[in-house]
């Protein structure tokens, strides 16, 4: 069992979680995952590293309440356990070298951009970061990215906070005006991650994305986070779980990935609200 140190709701969807797992917690690396079960008789879910402590022993935790075991997971408490939390999975997002590196989160997604950007400042790369929601009130990180980030760009989408407008409005403005990276690293919503590789190509600036939002079973077993990539002419399958989750952003088939994570919509609202409804009914 791995008990809960700490629990931080960020937003109304997204919640933060420390949990005690020192044996994780001593060989995570940014860009990695871990699998964990609530009960056990839950299913297994994939959740990107958001931070760890090596010290104190606990590794974070940041997930968006979307389907059922998300939900069963923020009815916990620090000082509740969950059964199951397995890991360091994945290959670390590569950082050793790079000196200027543009980093781009959307969403929840900022919740794996962070430690990558906290990664890069640690080596003492310049870092710059963009982060995009589509409200002020879905705004999580900002504090936590301004600390380590050498330049800040928050945007929202209706205006309501920072900049109005989605990432790539800094970012097309930057390359317009000269600006170059060793890399760019973008992370969140599969949609927006491809245009920012479309934003990127004509630069020739190598870009990175991170392919967690299709992963499903963590393990490469189930398939659903199979993805293709377009190598010297030729499609390429490989899977997010066990191949990455980072890969060339220029070689992945975004519209085939957001197509099969589509198909998952239907059964996943379904099991979200049955699960709703079930602590609906403990509670009266």
């Known amino acids: 069992m791995y008990k809960i140190v700490n629990k ?3 937003n109304p ?18 860009g990695q995952f871990i699998i964990l079960r609530v009960d056990e008789t839950g299913e297994r879910i994939p959740l990107t590293v958001a931070g760890y402590d090596r010290e104190a022993g606990t590794v974070s935790i940041i997930f968006q309440i979307v389907g059922a075991t998300t939900e069963k997971l923020n009815h916990l408490n620090a000082g509740d356990c969950i059964h199951d939390f397995v890991g360091p999975l994945g290959v670390p997002t590569h950082v050793e070298g790079l000196k200027k590196v543009c980093v781009v989160g959307g969403g ?16 003492g790369c310049q870092v710059t ?4 929601f589509r409200s002020k009130d879905l705004l999580i990180l900002e504090d936590e990215f301004r600390a380590v980030s050498d330049t800040l760009h928050v945007m929202t989408d209706d205006g309501s906070y920072g900049r109005e407008g989605n990432v790539c409005v800094p970012l097309n403005e930057m390359f317009a005006a000269g600006e170059t990276f060793d890399e760019v690293i973008t992370i969140g919503p599969l949609i927006m991650m491809k245009f920012v590789v479309q934003a990127t ?45 980072d890969f060339n952003g220029y ?21 979200h609200e049955e699960t709703c409804n079930l602590f609906k009914k403990e509670v009266r």
């Open 8 to 10: 931080q709701v960020l």
């Open 13 to 30: 969807t997204v919640t933060k979680m420390d949990i005690e797992a020192p044996f994780v917690a001593a060989k995570a690396q940014p």
């Open 108 to 123: 929840v997604g900022c919740a794996i951009a962070l430690p990558i950007a906290q990664k890069l400042h640690e080596l």
């Open 129 to 132: 970061s963009i982060i995009g």
């Open 201 to 245: 190509k004509p630069t020739g600036i190598p870009c990175m994305v991170s392919m967690n939002p299709i992963m499903i079973d963590g393990t490469g077993m189930c398939g659903g986070c199979r993805l293709t990539l377009h190598q010297d002419g030729k499609a390429v399958t490989k899977f997010a779980c066990v191949d990455g989750p």
């Open 251 to 271: 070689e992945v088939d975004f519209d085939e990935a957001m197509s099969r994570g589509m198909m998952y919509q239907s059964f996943e609202r379904h099991a």
